[in-house]
């Protein structure tokens, strides 16, 4: 098992990730924007969070665990 794949944010994050895609296939038809960014922002968590864990310092970890953040908060603000 890889450093990431411990981490319960990261899978907590896998978790949501699967928790996206029933709701951006029920996104009303007009909505291709809203169901791209919630797409791309969703996938973007686990993936900075296992980049994260990947770097030997502090500075670049929270960098990285920075972005998974903002990524997690961009998917709560879309709305429809």
């Not at 038809?29 to 919630?38: K, M, S």
Request: charged share 25%.
């Amino acid at each position: 098992m890889l450093s990431h794949e411990k981490l319960d944010v990261y899978r907590l994050s896998i978790r949501f990730l699967a928790l996206t895609r029933p709701i951006i296939k029920k996104l009303p038809r007009g909505n291709a924007d809203i169901a791209d960014q919630l797409t791309r922002a969703s996938r973007s968590i686990p993936l900075n969070i296992a980049e994260g864990a990947g770097k030997t310092t502090a500075a670049h970890r929270a960098r990285y665990w920075g972005d998974a953040r903002r990524s997690a908060l961009e998917c709560g603000v879309v709305h429809v």
